[in-house]
């Protein structure tokens, strides 16, 4: 049971990295940080999926919310970085 937490906890951690890289990423000419933080973001997300399948079904609240932000931080971080290259 203890390992399902720490992995739970460790994609979280990882989740809310990935969203804080993808908001670093939204300053003007540090857009490029996307290709790293989506890479990470994905490691998270695999993270997540994994802590979510080996959860009891009560307890897989905080691997699903990890799941959701680094979700987030690949689909929006990749629309920015594909309306970047658009403008330049």
């Not at 390992?3 to 979280?12: G, N, P, R, V």
């Amino acid at each position: 049971m203890e390992a399902d937490s720490s992995m739970q906890m460790l994609a979280l951690v990882w989740g809310i990295l990935a969203i804080f890289g993808f908001a670093i990423a939204f300053i003007p000419c540090l857009g490029s940080l996307n290709w790293i933080n989506i890479p990470f973001a994905l490691v998270g997300t695999v993270i997540s999926l994994l802590a979510r399948n080996t959860a009891s079904p009560n307890s897989s609240g905080v691997a699903t919310t990890a799941l959701i932000l680094n979700l987030i931080a690949v689909v929006i971080g990749f629309l920015r970085l594909k309306a970047g290259l658009f403008l330049f």
